[in-house]
């Protein structure tokens, strides 16, 4: 009796790991399965440090993108702070436009006051934290005289990071017909900002590469602005996936959302996790109607799609060879060759359904580094670059911002190349003389 309760305890336990472990394996399937999309009109997710791009629904597609312009706001704004042209603690005075901007209580704001003066840094908390639309108009001024030279500036900025179709016309991401009038020239009533969600993310990555200290701002759940004066307000921050948000998620410091008529419910989001770092756009979410935080739910997913289907591998090790590449040719050397390898290990992004071996790797030399016959040229050093090999993985079609490859390694010249003697290459010359006569 006793066996055979054994046999049977046995029996189940086998069946429940079984069913264990096919549940568990629907279950990452389901994740990783191809069908995975974003409820929204375009997204996208990359790598901050890389611009690894790991998921891409419409990218390319040119959408409105409301208060995610005021990032490029934000980076003007540092920018001009750390050149010295302006100071946080610069005051900035509150004009008529300016004024009654921030009075409209239909949009995102806290209200400035002619009487009063403002600090640079405190109007940048407020664009940053509350989205506040007068203060980014405000800063604005500061920096350019008028809103239309900003924008001007604006668009020179995004056109050197490789942006060649937004349409930006204002520093806040407004629709024309919020702007009482004040609209930039050749525009229409119902304009508004345009960009694709994957210029957004180039937006989002230079902001964060080159003043990573906005993530200090970015982060904050609340804020008062104007303490101890008639203006006091609590920003609380729209970023509802902060701390004590309704939508928290452990790691995310940022970035920058946006909501108009026309744009829907959009988000740029930044996430570290364990040393890796992800920048997602999600632009108009469409079930926003049915869930205010729709575009927090999706971008969670898209957070949660990424680190659970990719990681880094390392595919070539420091000192490697590389097929077909193992030597250079090499003139007036001593030696007619000299052997090549990477000086530091490459690696390359994988999805969990790509494999390490499917990969190409490209050896291209230095053209300033050859002579006339395509070869180095004697005497060489050990450790002399000559060139650099890229890896691809050839089931990987997504590609990097901007299609700059990261997974790019120096290759160097494994040992010395000492110059051949006089005679040597007197020598060398006579023969290559008859060979070429006959």
Not at 365 to 391: M, Q, R
């Amino acid at each position: 009796m006793k066996k055979k309760i054994i046999k049977t305890i046995l029996l189940l336990t086998n069946i429940i790991c079984f069913l264990g472990v096919v549940i568990l394996t629907t279950s990452v399937q389901t994740v990783a399965a191809d069908s995975f999309t974003v409820q929204a009109k375009s997204a996208i997710a990359i790598d901050a440090e890389t611009g690894k791009i790991f998921y891409n629904q419409n990218a390319e597609t040119v959408l409105p993108i409301a208060s995610m312009t005021k990032m490029i706001t934000l980076y003007l704004v540092l920018e001009a702070v750390n050149k010295g042209t302006i100071a946080w603690n610069d005051s900035v005075t509150i004009d008529d436009y300016i004024y009654s901007i921030s009075n409209d209580t239909s949009l995102s704001n806290v209200p400035l006051s002619k009487d009063n003066e403002y600090t640079v840094k405190e109007l940048f908390d407020a664009a940053t934290i509350f989205s506040a639309n007068g203060a980014a108009i405000a800063l604005a001024e500061k920096i350019s005289g008028t809103e239309s030279k900003f924008v001007d500036l604006m668009n020179k900025k995004v056109k050197s990071w490789g942006i060649n179709d937004a349409v930006l016309i204002n520093s806040t991401g407004l629709n024309n017909s919020d702007m009482l009038g004040h609209i930039y020239p050749g525009t229409g009533a119902q304009d508004e900002n345009e960009m694709s969600a994957k210029d957004v993310a180039i937006v989002a990555q230079h902001l964060i590469q080159d003043f990573p200290e906005v993530l200090e701002v970015t982060k904050t759940s609340s804020e008062v602005f104007g303490a101890g004066t008639s203006d006091e307000l609590t920003m609380t921050n729209w970023n509802w996936m902060l701390q004590d948000g309704a939508y928290y998620k452990e790691g995310v410091d940022g970035l920058k959302t946006g909501t108009t008529d026309l744009a829907g419910a959009c988000f740029t989001g930044t996430i570290d996790k364990n040393g890796w770092r992800l920048i997602t756009v999600v632009m108009n979410a469409t079930n926003q109607d049915t869930d205010n935080g729709a575009r927090f739910v999706e971008t969670g997913k898209l957070m949660d799609y990424v680190y659970e289907n990719w990681q880094q591998k390392t595919v070539l090790k420091k000192g490697a060879s590389i097929d077909g590449e193992e030597t250079f040719p090499v003139s007036d050397g001593k030696k007619f060759s000299v052997k090549l390898q990477t000086n530091k290990a490459a690696k390359v992004w994988i999805q969990n359904d790509m494999s390490t071996s499917d990969l190409k790797v490209k050896f291209t030399p230095n053209s300033k580094k050859l002579d006339d016959t395509n070869s180095l040229k004697a005497p060489i050093e050990k450790g002399t670059i000559v060139g650099n090999a890229s890896v691809q993985v050839t089931s990987d079609s997504l590609g990097y911002l901007n299609n700059k490859n990261s997974n790019t390694v120096p290759v160097v010249t494994k040992t010395a190349v000492e110059k051949a003697n006089i005679f040597v290459l007197t020598g060398r010359s006579i023969k290559n003389f008859f060979t070429d006569l006959f």
